[in-house]
């Protein structure tokens, strides 16, 4: 079983829907990463959370250590959202990933 | 400031070459990490270096090694290339494993 189990693995939305991607955990961590991966390969790390939310633009995140429980929300979801968004749990010196939530978002 | 710096982009290597990864990264970074990036098996840690020593690795062969200089500058290596070993191959940087920053990659194509 996979430590970072994140749902849903594809999503398909209408441009300005409201958007949620969810991830759980079963390890004690100390910080919770949210990755975004576009086509073509590069990473780039959109928050890193260790309690609590944050916000940046349209897009913000949640984590809940008790409930081992963090989730995405991008609002006014735009085609240029599309991409595949990555959970990543940070334990000791290392990340563990989740297998990741392809996003399509449809004009 | 600039970012994390991996070369080459691309490679195309054949079964049972050697091949080596270059990662530089940001200034003042220590902590450079290492990842694999398959369809079948998703994002895996291969291993972590902080000032010179490796502080972590994944469970990977050891055909795969790599190293940290002075510099921070990083580098990786794998040896008697496998099909399987195709790959987009990754690496962060930061001052610790908090506040990472992601390379572009490298694709590694074994024929």
């Known amino acids: 079983k996979n430590e970072v189990e994140q749902s849903p693995q594809n999503l398909t939305a209408q441009e300005g829907e409201f958007i949620t991607i969810n991830c759980s955990y079963s390890?004690?961590?100390?910080?919770l990463h949210w990755l975004q991966q576009h086509p073509g390969g590069g990473i780039v790390s959109l928050f890193m959370?260790?309690?609590g939310k944050k916000k940046h633009g349209r897009l913000i995140a949640t984590i809940n250590i008790q409930e081992k429980h963090s989730s995405l929300h991008i609002t006014a979801s735009h085609p240029r959202d599309s991409a595949v968004y990555i959970c990543?749990?940070?334990?000791?010196?290392?990340?563990?990933f989740g297998t990741g939530t392809s996003l399509t978002v449809i004009p | 400031k600039a970012g994390v710096t991996q070369t080459p982009r691309y490679l195309i290597k054949t079964r049972g070459q050697q091949v080596t990864l270059s990662c530089s990264p940001i200034?003042?970074?220590?902590?450079v990490s290492w990842y694999q990036q398959t369809p079948g098996q998703g994002l895996q840690f291969l291993f972590e270096?902080?000032?010179?020593?490796?502080?972590n690795k994944g469970n990977f062969p050891g055909r795969f090694s790599g190293r940290q200089f002075s510099n921070s500058r990083s580098e990786m290596n794998v040896s008697t290339l496998e099909l399987g070993d195709s790959a987009l191959y990754l690496c962060?940087?930061?001052?610790?494993?908090?506040?990472?920053?992601f390379g572009s990659g490298t694709r590694l194509t074994v024929v």
């Open positions: 959370l260790s309690s």
């Open positions: 390890v004690g961590i100390s910080a």
């Open positions: 200034s003042g970074h220590r902590s």
């Open positions: 990543a749990v940070v334990r000791g010196n290392q990340f563990y």
């Open positions: 962060a940087s930061g001052q610790d494993v908090y506040g990472y920053t």
């Open positions: 270096y902080f000032s010179e020593t490796q502080r």
